[in-house]
């Protein structure tokens, strides 16, 4: 039987709270907490364990914030005997999928991570996202079509299911679109993020992080399995390099993740790091496999003493 997929969540995965019981049980855990918080100029203890969430919201805190709890529940559960067969992430989780996939060191994928986040605000880029729930993918490409084609600038972000969609995009197109798609819809729902992850309005990060990527010694062939963005396997370093400097331009296409990891034979997945969105995603890719949440010292014991007693 085949280890289980590890699958890494993104940004608004974050809850106040989170990572407190790493922290608490293992020296490691405190000493890549004050790294992290350290390198990106945040007290990270503070803001995880105490908030307020909006603080905890912040791109930075956030992004961090689940990159570092995401990378101590993979180690969590490494230190439980339970591996990854394979591992992929949802738009930020890329990161944390990476380092556990031995493609990138963790300080590597911090200091992109940093970099980004220093560029877009540096650049002033702004925007907002959207979420789209039981609509056609046929209405919501026809709707942003013809609001690009007004000069109003928005696209498919992230691909979450066949009817699951995630809008990009400047800020007053994607209300717009929101708008228009709510009749064709079960549900809308404006996203907190201020940023246009996923659009071509990127683009001039991509640029501007190059350097840090091409600073990064640790990038090297994935040592697991890794499923990028696209749905593809990424089967060497220089694909892992090429990710990390353009992977927040390009779509998420996280159905055909998921389904490109079925089709090579993984039934059972592990969401690694805070929150449930992506086993609840799981449910409405394929129902034949089974996501099951860990992103604490407690559900990552129950898991291991569920396999092992398998």
Partial sequence: MNAPGFLFSGQLAESVGMGRDFWESDPEARELFART??????????????????????????????????????????????????????????YAALVAAQAVSYHDALEVLISVWRETERLAIRGSMGAVVGARREA???????????????????VNASTQFVLTGRSDAVEEA????????????????????????????????????????SIRDPAVPYYGPDGRRARTGERVRELLATEFIHPTLWNETYEAMVADGFLSFIEVGPGDMLSKMARWIDRTTICRPAGSLAAIRALSDSLAGA
């Avoid at 919501?140 to 972000?157: S, T, Y």
């Avoid at 940023?195 to 091409?214: D, F, G, K, N, R």
């Fill in 37 to 94: 918080s350290e390198r990106c100029d945040r007290d990270l203890e503070k803001l995880l364990f105490e908030g307020p969430a909006d603080a905890l919201h912040e791109n930075l805190a956030a992004q961090a914030g689940v990159y570092l709890v995401s990378t101590l529940a993979a180690r969590a559960l490494e230190k439980e005997g339970v591996r990854p067969g394979a591992t992929a992430g949802y738009s930020l989780g890329n």
């Fill in 178 to 217: 929101l708008a228009l798609l709510s009749p064709k819809s079960l549900t809308v729902l404006p996203l907190s993020m201020s940023w246009p992850i996923h659009s071509s309005l990127m683009a001039p990060v991509a640029e501007a992080v190059a350097p840090t990527v091409a600073a990064c010694r």
């Fill in 140 to 158: 919501v490409d026809e709707i942003c079509a013809d609001l690009r084609g007004r000069g109003k600038p928005v696209w498919i972000g992230n």
